[in-house]
């Protein structure tokens, strides 16, 4: 069967590329495009380790087909930071060592920031309902939890300057 | 003593923290060499049964596939890292036969250009199996008659071990309390599945693999054996590993052997990946035990005697045979003062995926047992729990029965103080909450669990301290990091010793090439093991630092201090040379002596302390669903001193959720020697919204032989969750379940035969 041709802006770079009708987002990221950031944990959707932002939504992008990003805006965990500053959640799962292994964390953080652009005051409860899509084996979600509430913090103080 | 201390006791940032939230840390799964071959590997799907004919022909003919590799020629690696110490034990390291044990036991190994092309030549291989009778359940492989899974038989390892005399010790109690407990099969569900690693064997005849193996040195070891190479010609290059909890503890099932002689076969890195599936269905898992438990107690809760008989389901290879046996029995016994005591067990082989390593080791299962039938206990002599494993457990000073090791720290006392005051157990032990069918209730349960293998396995350790001529420090370890950040903490000990900030250490990568001798990451090791021998290496490289200062100063070394990076005499402080500048002379100003500052230190702990813990829950049960929902938890570990407190909290409550899961919603449902819930949907972990309140206590009790004091925690954290929760639940209704994990539907069961 012919590939598809799509364009997707990634990061704010935008590409042309050739698809097969079948190839999911997770699959152009990670090998097409070399974005390892963005983790394969089951293939199902059932880990949320594969989350992206595809118009400013977290996605699950194991799901998702790379026609079906078509025209859209895919923001992956390498396009959070800007230049060397960090991104404030980056920022507060550094300070809070809300990592061990890190695998589940480019997911986390990408969940966290979908969440965090439409509710900018989330209680923690609001947090962990968001996170319910991504399995964490190692943190038990506490530090996590505390790092997304404080990184909201931080981005309120920021917007009200 | 903690008033002296600048770096140990600060939670200071991990050093992979920026690389982990940027995504720049390659894992496994992220690896790519050029030329690169794809593998996949045929699994068997029989659960016991001869492959008698591998016809590969088809499959080689494929036009993309590279090449071919069967269980004829490549042997299954079945080692235990004790058969390492004699060379008999070497040599019976890997076996070869042509039996497949399990569903998902790999056959056959393919090596395609794409990982397609490699999935289709699968279908292209043609096996011809001879079926052979299985058996699923460990007591009927226990049986005369039942099926022979190895030529040895079912019986992969027992031990019978009896201290002090059990049947006059039951004479002697008042009360004598007998149960049987199972466990369930729960798995360690990483989120990087357990697989991806390149194999890499170059026309040189040396072999480079990149696994996320806990032990490099050791699979570095067995893999070299497997091909018959001298071992100088096998690397491991460990990637950041998403995740480990045991599972990648030795060699994964099929996956670094495979790889390996599919390299060498086409002199091409392949690499090889497992689906979700795959790591559910046939990688290792925790061991289901049966516990009989009998315990012997006065009428004033004074322990007379215990008797433990233990089966435990090893499944198709029993690379832990040994080991999650030993260690269970070891953790049994050495909770309680109890001076009668007996342990029997018996690690069985069944038609079933492998088990293996898992967080604890053994010691969750026992633990469920032991503290099930203590509050058993308590409830019948009316005694406060609490107060019951105060009057009994082994503390401060006494002898483990089993190795002779002294308890040399004991934080026992200070992790229930502190934990049931943080928890209000007295206040709410009183109360009874009801609300519609909910009825909240309260249970707890402590634990010790020993750190690292001292006395049961070969156990070394080494490092290397390199001075900088600007007065950094580059050290050189083999101690694996999984992500429980223990290159941080070994950096911070080391900076402790020096006298520098952590900042101003970089800690290796793990190569075996550059990295010396460690038998890698596992029973909570490295913090303690680990940072002994750090330690040791920065006091040689301080040590051989002053002797050229002295030199340099014409002072006696025993007259000289470094403080702020400088080198003085104590007696004369205007004699002095900075750091950097002793440095400088001695690598690149002094053309006659050119040397850098270093230090080694390799070798074993001298214990392994006991890490012990306490854990207070609070839990809802609907009687009408049997739901159960664990509001709150308190629990206290006393890790000797946290080096970094941060990391411990995070080792703490990420164990406590695994325990949860263990105790309420984990474990594989194996039907026929089937996996039926190889996913995230029918295998439940807790996720964000399931976690209760977790109150995580540093209980600090100075271990003295460890460096300023510390021990472990990781696998501790876990070990007693179980039976708190048990414990919990019969407190709120009544109802006490002696099977893992407690489902609904098990409590249910048991609210319906009370009525």
Redesign the interface.
């Known amino acids: 069967m012919a590939k598809v041709k799509i364009g997707i802006s990634v990061n704010g770079k935008c590409y042309e590329l050739d698809v097969e009708f079948y190839e999911t987002l997770l699959n152009v990221l990670r090998n097409k495009l070399g974005l390892t950031g963005t983790k394969f944990g089951c293939g199902k959707g059932e880990c949320g380790a594969c989350t992206v932002n595809i118009n400013g939504e977290a996605i699950l992008s194991c799901l998702t087909l790379a026609v079906q990003a078509d025209g859209k805006e895919i923001l992956t965990i390498e396009g959070l930071q800007n230049g060397t500053k960090l991104h404030p959640l980056q920022e507060a799962f550094v300070k809070h060592s809300a990592i061990q292994c890190g695998y589940c964390t480019p997911g986390v953080i990408m969940a966290a920031k979908a969440l965090l652009d439409c509710d900018p005051k989330p209680s923690e409860e609001t947090v962990r309902k968001a996170l319910a899509n991504n399995l964490c084996r190692c943190t038990g979600y506490d530090k996590p939890v505390k790092a997304i509430l404080e990184a909201a913090k931080t981005m309120r103080g920021k917007h009200e300057k | 003593m903690k008033s002296e201390l600048s770096v140990v006791g600060k939670?200071v940032?991990?050093f992979?923290?920026?690389?982990?939230?940027?995504?720049?840390?390659?894992?496994g799964?992220?690896l790519k060499m050029d030329n690169m071959l794809y593998a996949k590997l045929l699994r068997s799907p029989y659960p016991h049964a001869k492959a008698v004919k591998i016809d590969t022909t088809k499959a080689e003919s494929h036009p993309r596939v590279r090449a071919v590799v069967t269980i004829n020629e490549a042997p299954k690696v079945i080692g235990a890292v004790a058969m390492l110490m004699t060379e008999e034990g070497m040599k019976s390291l890997d076996m070869f036969d042509n039996v497949v044990r399990f569903i998902g036991d790999p056959v056959a190994a393919v090596a395609a250009e794409d990982e397609e092309s490699a999935e289709e030549a699968l279908s292209l291989i043609d096996v011809e199996y001879k079926q052979l009778p299985p058996v699923f359940d460990p007591l009927e492989a226990l049986k005369e008659t039942a099926p022979k899974i190895h030529k040895s038989g079912n019986i992969a390892f027992n031990v019978l071990k009896e201290f002090g005399n059990v049947d006059k010790g039951f004479r002697k109690a008042d009360y004598i309390l007998e149960n049987r407990y199972t466990t369930s099969k729960q798995k360690?569900?990483?989120?990087?599945?357990f697989s991806t690693c390149i194999a890499n064997y170059g026309l040189d005849g040396r072999l480079t693999v990149y696994s996320s193996s806990q032990r490099p040195h050791i699979i570095k070891r067995y893999l070299a054996g497997a091909l018959g190479l001298p071992v100088n010609k096998v690397r491991i290059i460990k990637p950041?590993?998403?995740?480990?909890?045991g599972g990648r503890d030795y060699l994964i099932h099929g996956l670094e052997v495979m790889c390996s002689f599919l390299s060498r076969k086409t002199g091409r890195p392949v690499r090889m990946s497992f689906?979700?599936e795959e790591d559910f269905e046939a990688t290792e898992a925790r061991h289901p035990f049966i516990i009989e438990l009998k315990t012997g107690v006065t009428k004033e809760g004074i322990l007379t005697a215990m008797s433990i008989k233990a089966v435990m389901d090893v499944g198709g290879y029993g690379p832990h045979a040994v080991g999650v046996l030993v260690n269970a029995m070891n953790n049994g016994i050495r909770l309680y003062r109890c001076p009668n005591q007996r342990f029997e067990g018996y690690s069985v082989y069944t038609n079933t995926s492998l088990c293996g390593a898992y967080r604890a080791y053994g010691n969750p299962q026992i633990n469920f047992a032991l503290e099930s039938q203590m509050d058993m206990i308590a409830e019948k002599l009316g005694i406060d729990p609490v107060e019951l494993r105060l009057k009994n457990y082994r503390g401060l000073g006494e002898l483990d029965p089993i190795t002779g090791d002294e308890t040399r720290s004991d934080g026992m006392k200070e992790c229930l103080r502190k934990a049931s005051k943080k928890f209000g157990w007295n206040d709410k032990r009183t109360k009874r909450i009801a609300e519609g069918t909910k009825r909240r209730g309260v249970g707890m349960s402590c634990l010790s669990h020993n750190t690292g293998g001292r006395f049961s396995i070969p156990d070394p350790a080494s490092a290397i301290v390199m001075f900088n001529t600007d007065g950094s420090v580059n050290l050189v370890t083999a101690a694996a990091d999984?992500?429980?950040?223990n290159k941080t903490v070994l950096a911070q000990i080391a900076a402790e010793e020096l006298g520098i900030g952590w900042e101003q250490i970089s800690v290796s990568d793990t190569d075996t090439d550059v990295t010396p001798l460690d038998s890698g990451t596992h029973g909570s090791r490295q913090t303690y093991a680990g940072g002994i021998v750090v330690k040791k290496a920065a006091a040689e490289a301080k040590k051989a630092l002053i002797s050229a200062a002295s030199e340099h100063l014409n002072v006696k070394p025993e007259r000289l201090s470094i403080k702020d990076g400088v080198i003085y005499d104590t007696k004369n402080p205007a004699t002095s040379i900075r750091v950097n500048n002793i440095l400088r002379m001695l690598q690149y100003e002094d053309l006659s002596i050119g040397k850098q500052i270093i230090g080694v230190a390799t070798g074993v702990a001298p214990s392994w302390p006991p890490i012990h813990g306490a854990n207070f829950v609070e839990v809802e049960v609907d009687i009408e669903t049997g739901e159960v929902r664990v509001v709150k938890l308190a629990c206290a570990f006393d890790v000797g001193k946290a080096i970094n407190p941060?990391?411990v909290?995070?080792q703490i409550?990420?164990?406590?959720?695994?325990g949860i899961g263990y105790a309420l919603t984990e474990g594989l449902i194996v039907k026929d020697g089937k996996v039926l819930n190889n996913?995230?949907?029918d295998y439940r972990?807790?996720?964000?919204?399931d976690?209760p309140e977790?109150d995580a206590i540093i209980v600090e009790s100075n271990e003295p032989t460890g460096a300023f004091g510390a021990k472990g925690v990781g696998e501790a954290t876990n070990a007693g969750t179980a039976a708190a929760i048990a414990n919990a639940i019969y407190d709120a209704v009544g109802v006490r379940v002696k099977e893992l994990p407690i489902t609904q539907e098990r409590i249910l069961k048991e609210l319906h035969s009370l009525k």
């Open positions: 939670s940032t991990r992979d923290a920026f690389d982990k939230v940027t995504g720049k840390a390659k894992y799964i992220d360690h569900c990483a989120i990087e599945p950041h590993t998403g995740g480990a909890f689906t979700r999984d992500g429980q950040g941060a990391h909290e995070g409550i990420g164990g406590e959720a695994t996913n995230f949907t972990l807790l996720r964000a919204c976690m977790i």
